[in-house]
């Protein structure tokens, strides 16, 4: 675990020391991010940290912000640094103590990437998770309606995917002939999108 001395601003110190204290054996690192506490928790214990939070009067995060998902593969020295390629993270507020707390989850690399379903504790997750699955392809066992939220059903593929390619795998399109929408292999041609600049020779020089 990464070190918890208090370097992050007087307003964190209290958050932060009873992080250490309650939950020491459950947190893989801490870190500051734009003035915010940021700890990542172990996914094997993950459940029973997120409902300390919860309920502990020392920290009471009644309220969860925000749930997205992240792909780490381009972020090479984070993804050997926790043996993982996706991260949930999860925003998390106290109404009564007005302090907020990030906390980031790496799903396991054992099949598809997944982590526990935090609907139970924060409601609020349902949408947040399902949108998780749709753009990520995590799972959240636990969850009783995961299922595609953005995308069509016959989607496939999870777009927010870094090696997802950018014009998809398939196009819907109505066929008259049939008198219905279908789904096509896609039919667009890659080019670079980037503008071409074309100056004459010289140009800047001062001539």
């Known amino acids: 675990m990464g ?4 370097s992050f601003g007087e307003g964190n110190d209290f958050l932060l020391n009873n992080l250490e ?3 020491p054996e459950k947190i893989l690192d801490v870190a500051n991010s734009v003035g915010e506490l940021t700890v990542v928790l172990k996914e094997k214990t993950a459940t029973e940290a997120l409902l ?3 309920d502990r009067k020392e920290f009471a995060f009644d309220t969860l912000i925000d749930l997205c998902g992240l ?9 050997e640094k926790y043996g993982a390629r996706f991260c949930v993270v999860y925003h998390l507020l106290s109404t009564t103590k007005n302090h907020r707390l990030r906390v980031k989850i790496f799903c396991s690399n054992e099949g598809s990437p997944k982590t526990q379903s935090v609907i ?3 409601p609020s997750a349902q949408w947040f998770e399902r949108e998780a699955f749709d753009l990520f392809g995590i799972q959240f066992p636990g969850n009783p309606d995961l299922r595609r939220i953005l995308t069509d059903y016959g989607f496939v593929g999870h777009p927010f995917r870094k090696d ?7 196009e819907v399109m109505y066929d008259p002939q049939e008198k ?7 039919t667009i041609e ?6 071409r600049v074309v100056r004459e020779d010289g140009y800047g020089l001062g001539d």
């Open 3 to 6: 070190s918890l001395e208090s």
């Open 21 to 23: 204290d309650i939950l």
């Open 52 to 54: 300390l939070l919860r």
């Open 71 to 79: 792909d780490c593969s381009g972020l090479r020295e984070t993804s």
């Open 120 to 122: 139970e504790i924060w």
């Open 164 to 170: 997802f390619p950018v014009s998809g795998h398939t």
């Open 180 to 186: 219905r929408v279908v789904y096509q292999p896609v």
């Open 190 to 195: 890659p080019r670079e999108i980037v503008p």
